[in-house]
C-alpha cells in the first residue's frame, strides 16, 4: 500500500542542503567546455538548422535530411538557440533541466510509494550518480530518453501494485515524449508492464490517445514530406540495423554493460549488493523496479551495438531499489562508508577524463597519487560516525556531498584540458579569423563535426578542395593547424 503521510507545509529543511549541491552538479560551470564528440555538435547543428529555418519537422544537417533521432532534442535545443542561449548553453541546459524536473517528480512519485525517508534516499543516490549526472551534461538523447521513459514507468507504478488507472493517460503521454526522444526503444523497454495483470487497461481510448496525441504528429508529418527515405533512414538503419549489425562500429561483447553499470552507479555501486537479497522483493511494485532494471540490461546486451549511454534508463530503478533496501537494513556503516571511499573515483577521473576522452580508457595515463584522494576518508568515517548515532539520510546526504564536491573538483581540473585538447572550441578560435584558407584533413570527426559546428557550415574537405591551411591529425587524438605540404 502507498504511504498516506502528508506533505510538509514547510520546505523541509533538507532542501536548503541539496539545492546549492545541487546547482554544483548540475548548473556549474555547463559552457566550461566546447561541445564534445562527434554527437553533441551533430544534434546541435541540427537543433540550430531548426531554429534559423523554422522547419520543426525534417531534421537536417548542413542543409540534408538528417533521420537518425526524432524531434524532442532538436526542439528542445531549437528554442534554446531561439532564445539566444550560447553556444553550449543551447544544446546543454535542456538535459540538465529535464534531470532536475526529474528528480523533483522522483522525489515526489517515491515519496507517495515508499515514504518521505525512501524518497530521499534515492533522490540523494540517483542525483549524485556518475552516468545520470555524466550525461545530464552533454546535448544528446540518452537523458531525455531516460526521463521521459522512467517517468512513464513510475507512473505505472499504483497501477501495476493496485490496478489503479487515473496516472494511466499521463503515462501514455510520457511514452509518447520517449518516442519523440528516441523512437521505438521506450516501447520495447516497456515490457515490465506486462507484468501488471490487466495489460489490456493500457488499449482503452483514454489511455490510448494522449499517446497517439503526443507520440505520432511529428512522425506522420516528417513521412508526408519525405516519404520512403525517411523511413528507410530511421527505422532500418537506425533501429534494426544497431540490433544486428556491426556496420555502425559500436559492436560490444554482451557483458560491456556489467562494468559500465558498476561505473555508472559510482560512488553507490556497493548498494548494489543490499539488493541482491531477497527480502528486499517482497511486493510487486518492488518486482517491478527489479524486472525493469534487468530488462533494460539484458536487450541492450543482446543488441550487435552498444554505448554506455544506451542503460541510462534503468539507473532510476536501480536507485530506487538501492534505496529501498538500505532503508531496511539494520546498520549501513560498512555499505555507507565503501560508497564513501569510492568518492577517490572524482580526482582519479580529473587526471585521466581528457586522455579517455579521446582515445579510451585503456589508453589513458595511469592516475598519480594526491593528498585530495584522502578526501574520501575523511567523508567515510563521517558517513559511519552519523549511521552510528541513527542519522541515516544525514550519512547519506553526507556522501552525495562528497559526490557533489568531487563533480566541482572534476570540473575545475578537467575542464580546462578537455576545453583545449578535445573540443573543437579552442581550435575554431584559432582557426576563425582565416577560416577561408582552411580545410580539413584525416581527423577524427569529432573534430570534423565540432569545427563545423563552431563555423556555422562544414569546413571543405583537403582532398576535394585543397587549401593553404589544414587541420591535420596530430598525436593522441588530437588536431591541430598545419601548413599545406
Given at each position: 500500500?502507498?504511504h498516506t503521510e502528508r506533505v510538509p507545509r514547510k520546505i523541509p529543511?533538507?532542501?536548503?542542503?541539496?539545492?546549492?549541491?545541487?546547482?554544483?552538479?548540475?548548473?556549474?560551470?555547463?559552457?566550461?567546455?566546447?561541445?564534445?564528440?562527434?554527437?553533441?555538435?551533430?544534434?546541435?547543428?541540427?537543433?540550430?538548422?531548426?531554429?534559423?529555418?523554422?522547419?520543426?519537422?525534417?531534421?537536417?544537417?548542413?542543409?540534408?535530411?538528417?533521420?537518425?533521432?526524432?524531434?524532442?532534442?532538436?526542439?528542445?535545443?531549437?528554442?534554446?538557440?531561439?532564445?539566444?542561449?550560447?553556444?553550449?548553453?543551447?544544446?546543454?541546459?535542456?538535459?540538465?533541466?529535464?534531470?532536475?524536473?526529474?528528480?523533483?517528480?522522483?522525489?515526489?512519485?517515491?515519496?507517495?510509494?515508499?515514504?518521505?525517508?525512501?524518497?530521499?534516499?534515492?533522490?540523494?543516490?540517483?542525483?549524485?550518480?556518475?552516468?545520470?549526472?555524466?550525461?545530464?551534461?552533454?546535448?544528446?538523447?540518452?537523458?531525455?530518453?531516460?526521463?521521459?521513459?522512467?517517468?512513464?514507468?513510475?507512473?505505472?507504478?499504483?497501477?501495476?501494485?493496485?490496478?489503479?488507472?487515473?496516472?494511466?493517460?499521463?503515462?501514455?503521454?510520457?511514452?509518447?515524449?520517449?518516442?519523440?526522444?528516441?523512437?521505438?526503444?521506450?516501447?520495447?523497454?516497456?515490457?515490465?508492464?506486462?507484468?501488471?495483470?490487466?495489460?489490456?487497461?493500457?488499449?482503452?481510448?483514454?489511455?490510448?490517445?494522449?499517446?497517439?496525441?503526443?507520440?505520432?504528429?511529428?512522425?506522420?508529418?516528417?513521412?508526408?514530406?519525405?516519404?520512403?527515405?525517411?523511413?528507410?533512414?530511421?527505422?532500418?538503419?537506425?533501429?534494426?540495423?544497431?540490433?544486428?549489425?556491426?556496420?555502425?562500429?559500436?559492436?560490444?561483447?554482451?557483458?560491456?554493460?556489467?562494468?559500465?553499470?558498476?561505473?555508472?552507479?559510482?560512488?553507490?555501486?556497493?548498494?548494489?549488493?543490499?539488493?541482491?537479497?531477497?527480502?528486499?522483493?517482497?511486493?510487486?511494485?518492488?518486482?517491478?523496479?527489479?524486472?525493469?532494471?534487468?530488462?533494460?540490461?539484458?536487450?541492450?546486451?543482446?543488441?550487435?551495438?552498444?554505448?554506455?549511454?544506451?542503460?541510462?534508463?534503468?539507473?532510476?530503478?536501480?536507485?530506487?531499489?538501492?534505496?529501498?533496501?538500505?532503508?531496511?537494513?539494520?546498520?549501513?556503516?560498512?555499505?555507507?562508508?565503501?560508497c564513501a571511499v569510492l568518492l577517490v573515483a572524482f580526482p582519479i577521473?580529473?587526471?585521466?577524463?581528457?586522455?579517455?576522452?579521446?582515445?579510451?580508457?585503456?589508453?589513458?595515463?595511469?592516475?598519480?597519487?594526491?593528498?585530495?584522494?584522502?578526501?574520501?576518508?575523511?567523508?567515510?568515517?563521517?558517513?559511519?560516525?552519523?549511521?552510528?548515532?541513527?542519522?541515516?539520510?544525514?550519512?547519506?546526504?553526507?556522501?552525495?556531498?562528497?559526490?557533489?564536491?568531487?563533480?566541482?573538483?572534476?570540473?575545475?581540473?578537467?575542464?580546462?584540458?578537455?576545453?583545449?585538447?578535445?573540443?573543437?572550441?579552442?581550435?575554431?578560435?584559432?582557426?576563425?579569423?582565416?577560416?577561408?584558407?582552411?580545410?580539413?584533413?584525416?581527423?577524427?570527426?569529432?573534430?570534423?563535426?565540432?569545427?563545423?559546428?563552431?563555423?556555422?557550415?562544414?569546413?571543405?574537405?583537403?582532398?576535394?578542395?585543397?587549401?593553404?591551411?589544414?587541420?591535420?591529425?596530430?598525436?593522441?587524438?588530437?588536431?591541430?593547424?598545419?601548413?599545406?605540404?
Amino acid at each position: 500500500m502507498p504511504h498516506t503521510e502528508r506533505v510538509p507545509r514547510k520546505i523541509p529543511r533538507l532542501l536548503w542542503v541539496v539545492l546549492p549541491l545541487a546547482y554544483l552538479v548540475y548548473f556549474y560551470d555547463l559552457s566550461a567546455t566546447g561541445l564534445l564528440g562527434p554527437d553533441e555538435p551533430r544534434y546541435a547543428s541540427v537543433s540550430r538548422e531548426m531554429a534559423r529555418s523554422g522547419d520543426w519537422i525534417t531534421p537536417r544537417l548542413w542543409g540534408a535530411p538528417w533521420f537518425e533521432k526524432p524531434a524532442l532534442l532538436y526542439w528542445l535545443s531549437g528554442m534554446g538557440f531561439r532564445l539566444g542561449l550560447s553556444t553550449e548553453l543551447a544544446p546543454r541546459l535542456p538535459g540538465v533541466l529535464m534531470a532536475v524536473a526529474f528528480l523533483a517528480f522522483y522525489w515526489w512519485t517515491l515519496r507517495r510509494e515508499f515514504g518521505c525517508r525512501a524518497a530521499w534516499l534515492a533522490s540523494l543516490i540517483l542525483g549524485s550518480s556518475g552516468m545520470w549526472v555524466a550525461y545530464s551534461q552533454n546535448g544528446v538523447t540518452d537523458l531525455p530518453l531516460a526521463a521521459t521513459f522512467s517517468a512513464a514507468m513510475l507512473l505505472a507504478l499504483p497501477w501495476v501494485a493496485r490496478r489503479e488507472t487515473g496516472q494511466l493517460p499521463v503515462a501514455a503521454a510520457m511514452f509518447g515524449l520517449a518516442v519523440l526522444a528516441k523512437g521505438l526503444v521506450p516501447l520495447v523497454l516497456a515490457a515490465p508492464l506486462l507484468m501488471g495483470r490487466h495489460v489490456l487497461d493500457w488499449l482503452r481510448w483514454r489511455v490510448v490517445l494522449p499517446f497517439i496525441l503526443v507520440a505520432l504528429p511529428w512522425y506522420a508529418m516528417c513521412y508526408w514530406r519525405n516519404g520512403w527515405p525517411f523511413i528507410h533512414e530511421f527505422f532500418v538503419v537506425h533501429h534494426f540495423s544497431r540490433v544486428t549489425s556491426d556496420a555502425l562500429m559500436h559492436a560490444r561483447p554482451a557483458w560491456f554493460y556489467l562494468p559500465i553499470l558498476g561505473a555508472g552507479l559510482l560512488p553507490w555501486t556497493p548498494l548494489l549488493g543490499l539488493i541482491a537479497r531477497r527480502v528486499v522483493y517482497r511486493d510487486r511494485r518492488r518486482v517491478f523496479l527489479a524486472v525493469w532494471m534487468l530488462v533494460v540490461l539484458a536487450l541492450f546486451s543482446i543488441s550487435t551495438n552498444k554505448l554506455p549511454g544506451y542503460i541510462l534508463p534503468l539507473l532510476p530503478a536501480a536507485a530506487a531499489l538501492m534505496a529501498l533496501a538500505l532503508d531496511e537494513v539494520a546498520d549501513a556503516r560498512v555499505w555507507l562508508a565503501a560508497c564513501a571511499v569510492l568518492l577517490v573515483a572524482f580526482p582519479i577521473t580529473a587526471q585521466v577524463l581528457p586522455a579517455a576522452v579521446l582515445n579510451g580508457l585503456s589508453r589513458a595515463p595511469r592516475p598519480v597519487f594526491q593528498a585530495v584522494w584522502l578526501a574520501a576518508v575523511a567523508v567515510a568515517l563521517l558517513a559511519w560516525l552519523l549511521e552510528a548515532r541513527g542519522k541515516r539520510v544525514a550519512a547519506v546526504l553526507a556522501v552525495a556531498a562528497g559526490a557533489a564536491l568531487g563533480t566541482g573538483y572534476l570540473k575545475s581540473v578537467a575542464t580546462p584540458q578537455l576545453d583545449r585538447g578535445v573540443s573543437a572550441r579552442g581550435l575554431w578560435r584559432e582557426i576563425g579569423p582565416r577560416a577561408g584558407e582552411v580545410c580539413i584533413g584525416n581527423v577524427k570527426r569529432d573534430w570534423e563535426y565540432g569545427l563545423s559546428y563552431y563555423s556555422g557550415m562544414p569546413l571543405p574537405d583537403c582532398e576535394q578542395q585543397p587549401k593553404a591551411l589544414q587541420v591535420l591529425p596530430a598525436a593522441g587524438g588530437r588536431a591541430y593547424l598545419g601548413s599545406a605540404p
